[in-house]
């Protein structure tokens, strides 16, 4: 990031080519970052970033980036180059208010979460506006979604609430052809004991913040139906089948834990209590 006289460039890398090399004598191969892409390097509105909520690819190795502060979506050619927004700030058909995060359908399609509109928005692949689905959203912050074989949006929700301030979640789906909606909790990390340093909450909504290097869950929707989940404590993750909790696979790994100077997490925590719910 390179700070400037009125705002912060960021210099985003797009597309990143992974080379896998193998080391010589060793069973694991080392794996090479190789950048074949740059946007972001020429001082101009439509290549500065500060806050970058998504990255799809258009027909003709377009790519699309949904940047959160100006609310747009930009469209570039395959070598980075600014074509035009195909989205913009507003309430109408194609406009976005608060969108964060996007997500791409195997066909193509492009769906974009706006709370403050209450809907998911979908563009063709080409970048033209398609249609939307009016649908409550009470959430925020980066969309961890993704379109799964049966083109339905898993949407992870905050379902409840703990005493301890812990948000419970769940998955929403969505089905993108005639919009019904079935709703089947998250199969790991929803037991409430993850404790948070500070909650929050207003007419809009709530938000939790978990104590720096504390335990927590990790999960990761898969397309194919499946949960990826983890504990911020241990080398262990399991695949879970969603809306079943069936454990199908298991990866551990026994690694002694780094330490954590405490002047470290004092610092954390302390940014941490400093923060303020949005409005």
């Known amino acids: 990031m390179r700070i400037g006289p009125v705002r912060p460039t960021v210099l985003f890398a797009i597309v990143v080519g992974l080379t896998v090399v193998p080391r010589p004598g ?38 699309f980036v949904l940047e959160y502060r100006t609310q747009e979506i930009r469209a570039f050619d395959a070598r980075g180059k600014f074509l035009k927004n195909i989205a913009r700030r ?8 608060t969108a964060s995060g996007l997500v791409q359908a195997p066909d193509g399609t492009i769906w974009v979460t706006d709370r403050a509109n209450s809907r998911f928005s979908a563009f063709r692949a080409d970048g033209a506006f398609l249609r939307h689905h009016i649908i409550p959203i009470n959430s925020e912050g980066f969309w961890g979604a993704v379109i799964d074989s049966k083109n339905r949006i898993n949407d992870p929700i905050i379902t409840s609430v703990t005493r301890s301030g812990v948000g419970l979640q769940a998955v929403r789906r969505v089905s993108l052809g ?27 909504g709530g938000r939790f913040v978990r104590v720096p290097f504390s335990a927590g869950p990790v999960r990761l929707l898969d397309p194919r139906g499946f949960v990826w989940c983890a504990m911020g404590d241990k080398y262990r993750i399991v695949k879970t089948q969603l809306g079943r909790a069936d454990t199908l696979a298991v990866i551990e790994r026994t690694v002694p834990a780094v330490p954590v100077l405490l002047a470290e997490r004092e610092d954390d925590v302390e940014y941490v209590v400093r923060a303020r719910i949005r409005t």
Do not use: H, S, Y
């Open 178 to 204: 005639d919009a019904k909606i079935d709703t089947v909790p998250f199969p790991c990390g929803n037991d409430g004991k993850v404790t948070t340093a500070w909650a929050g909450k207003n007419k809009n």
């Open 26 to 63: 060793r069973a694991q191969a080392q794996w090479t970052l190789i950048e074949e892409l740059r946007i972001g390097a020429a001082e101009t509105d439509a290549t500065t970033f500060t806050d970058v909520r998504g990255v799809a690819i258009g027909t003709n190795g377009q790519i």
């Open 90 to 97: 507003g309430g109408g058909p194609g406009e976005i208010a």
